[in-house]
């Protein structure tokens, strides 16, 4: 989700699958936003920041980026429509 928390578990997953020489996958969860009535509750001037799949794919960037930078070298991204757990 892009929280400091979640980047910390990359970051931890990354190291272990480097130290495995596993792969490792990336995933956020996201609902469309036709269907995440949070989308309403944006301002008009900050809606770009919530507009489309953007976010979801900077976030799973990011997300690979730092595992990399941990140490795995084989890093796959998956957005998942759904409710994170």
């Known amino acids: 989700d892009g929280s400091d928390s979640s ?4 970051d ?3 190291q272990i699958a480097a130290g495995a020489n596993a792969r490792l996958i ?3 969860a ?3 936003q036709s269907e995440d009535a ?8 900050e809606g770009y920041k919530m507009s489309g799949n953007a976010p979801i794919y ?3 960037r990011e ?5 990399k930078a941990a140490g795995a070298e084989n ?6 429509v759904g409710a994170p757990v």
């Open 38 to 45: 949070r989308a309403a509750d944006v301002p008009k001037d």
């Open 26 to 28: 990336v995933t956020t």
């Open 58 to 60: 900077a976030i799973l």
């Open 7 to 10: 980047l910390r578990a990359v």
């Open 30 to 32: 996201y609902f469309p």
């Open 63 to 67: 997300a690979k980026d730092r595992a």
């Open 75 to 80: 890093v796959e991204e998956r957005a998942v």
């Open 12 to 14: 931890r997953a990354g």
